[in-house]
């Protein structure tokens, strides 16, 4: 080879050179993204072909909750040396008997399952996108962060980063003790499983912005408990200056009879009591060796008691509907609502079906000298009205006053806006579903996370995917701006008004045409807010 050809061939080298140069550092650069380091060392997640998104799962956030540390404050996670691998869910915690509608992906069921989940469209760390934190529903006694339905990687390619975690559950995350109390810095006992929650919401502030979120900006959302429990967390004094926004889907920590929780005295006699019946012992180094399968089974029997938050003084000083009438939760903007068929389902598989005569009778049953006042709110003039009204009677009992009532509360003393919706959107079924009747209690989930499909069998159409969209954009806009309208108006975004009397009560229906219109049932809500205030 002649100087000459030698000389020719140096600009195809050279730039086949850059080529390749550039093809290795984008694919190191790739390789590195999914590599960040927390507090307790490095994990290494995945990116989703189709989005972009990266996801990194089962991150542990507290230590395993297990032997000495059962019934246990979470405590730190020990550190890892390392890249630990985050690419697949972490156990769901101890639990019997979930939902027909809850499928999951993770490995089982363990007492060590204090892990998390993050999934962000941020290429980088420091870009400070809002965060929102999901608690799962599920009665506090079923539930993990695994479900398809609850994927976040849908949601957060509207540029939120998504957080869920697993909290402990039933005996595991609620059991009460004196001796618990007693060895407890605090003087306190029970609400482990909501400490978890706090404690991942705490890891979040810790680590997020590395993961592209700003720890600033923190909006904790949830669904039927994870909804009371989003309640719970602004009332409490460990969480309430951790969070920036809150959603409620489905559920508040109010009630008929204002939700009150027993207090840890009461907690821990009627929890002993079980203890010592099932166990022959309420030592509570007795329990502590016993194996989480046998505590479980044991907690599982018609005869135990309903294992659930308690006033122990730290993490509640108070009971919720209290620490909202005197102002001292969390002063942020609340997005909540419920879904239009929350008690269809039993009104519907009732042996016998409501009619006038029935209605009537039920209320005289009920409400005594005050019946004309309930049928006045909830009139009706023929059998299929009667019917109608007792399914909405049925949800207001079950799930929709409670919500009502943390909303009106967060309107009294919350110092921020304000907005709630009515989800009415028909389900177009569910093979996992008993009955699907309507929109049903946990129908909403699939469509604020965008994950539809993940529903197998339902026949979905446009208007659905057209609703979840805008669900999605509202949710993500709250996240954002603190206003689901965001910053600026689109036909594709119908307004949303804030809930107040200034506005004639404004509430969001979302449906295949969504709108705002006044409350019409408020009558309804003051009249049960004033049974429960007698």
Partial sequence: MDRRSTVSSLPLFIFSAAIIFLVTASVANAADSL???????????????????????????????????????????????????????????????????????????????????????????????????????????????????QDGENLA???????????????????????????????????????????????????????GGDPQNVTIFGESAGSFSVSTQMASPLSKDLIAKAIGESGGAFSRTEMRYLSMEETATADEAFATKAFGTSSLAALRAVSAEKLLEEANKAAAPDFGPDVD?????????????????????????????????????????????????????????????FLKAYAATTDDEALRVAEDFSGDSFIAYSTWAWIDAQVKTGDAPVYRYLFQRPSPGDPNHPVAAGAFHSDDIEYVFGNLDSRKGAEWKPEDY???????????????????????????????????????????????????????????????????TK
């Fill in 35 to 149: 590599i960040v380091k927390t507090d307790k060392g490095k994990v290494q997640g995945k990116t989703s072909s189709d989005s972009g998104v990266r996801a990194f799962l089962g991150i542990p956030y507290a230590a395993p909750p297990v032997g000495n540390l059962r019934w246990k404050e979470p405590l730190p996670a020990e550190k890892w040396h390392g890249t630990r691998d985050a690419t697949a869910f972490g156990s769901r915690c101890m639990q019997e008997h979930p939902y027909s509608d809850m499928i999951f992906r993770d490995p089982g069921i363990s007492e060590d399952c204090l892990s998390l989940n993050v999934w962000t469209p941020a290429k980088k760390k420091g870009e400070k996108l809002p965060v929102m934190v999901w608690i799962y529903g599920g009665g506090y006694v079923t539930g993990g962060t695994s479900e398809p339905r």
């Fill in 157 to 211: 390619k509207n540029g939120v980063v998504v957080v869920s975690m697993n909290y402990r559950l039933g005996i595991f995350g609620f059991y009460v003790g004196h001796e618990l109390a007693a060895e407890s810095e605090h003087h306190a006992a029970g609400n482990y499983g909501l400490m978890d929650q706090s404690a991942a919401i705490a890891w979040v502030h810790r680590n997020i912005a590395e993961f």
């Fill in 313 to 373: 003084g730290y993490f509640l000083p108070e009971n919720v509907p209290d620490i909202f009438r005197e102002g001292k939760q969390a002063k942020v903007p609340l997005l909540a609502g419920w879904n239009k068929d929350e008690g269809t389902l039993e009104v519907v598989t009732a042996p016998e079906k409501t009619t006038m005569a029935s209605l009537r009778a039920m209320a005289e049953t009920r409400f005594g000298a005050r019946a004309n006042e």
């Fill in 466 to 532: 057209k609703l979840s969209k805008l669900m999605q954009t509202y949710w993500t806009n709250f996240a954002k701006t603190s206003d689901p309208n965001g910053k600026s108006a689109s036909s594709d975004v119908p307004a949303w008004p804030k809930y107040d009397e200034a506005t004639h009560w404004q509430v969001m229906h979302l449906d295949a045409v969504s709108a705002a219109e006044p409350d019409q049932h408020r009558d309804r809500y003051l009249f049960l807010q004033s049974l429960a």
